[in-house]
């Protein structure tokens, strides 16, 4: 008998991390998707909001200050949500050292 401990071999390790990585790798990516979606979804309920607004105007000079204030809105809500989205891919992609 050996006095050293039972050491799990270089191939079971090896799967074991390589399954570790695919199924975080997966979940990553199933969270940005999942993001992904419900920025399209308030983007696109945003969109229509503004055209329900466009609608109501009585004057140009409404429709042009109406436009100013939904581009500027959502500027504002694409940059976080870009930023969102960055952070989430950067999680999703390794540690890479030159």
Avoid: C
Avoid at 30 to 52: G, P
Wanted: aromatic letters at 8%; charged letters at 25%.
């Amino acid at each position: 008998m050996s006095d050293q401990p039972n050491k799990p071999s270089p191939q079971s390790s090896v799967g074991e991390t390589a399954e570790k990585t695919f199924s975080a790798a997966l979940q990553g990516a199933k969270d940005y998707n999942t993001k992904f979606i419900e920025f399209t979804q308030a983007n696109t309920e945003a969109a229509f909001a503004f055209a329900q607004k466009l609608w109501s105007v009585k004057s140009p000079a409404d429709m042009v200050a109406l436009s100013v204030e939904h581009s500027r809105k959502q500027i504002d809500i694409l940059t976080k949500q870009t930023k969102e989205l960055a952070e989430l891919a950067q999680k999703l992609t390794p540690n890479i050292k030159s």
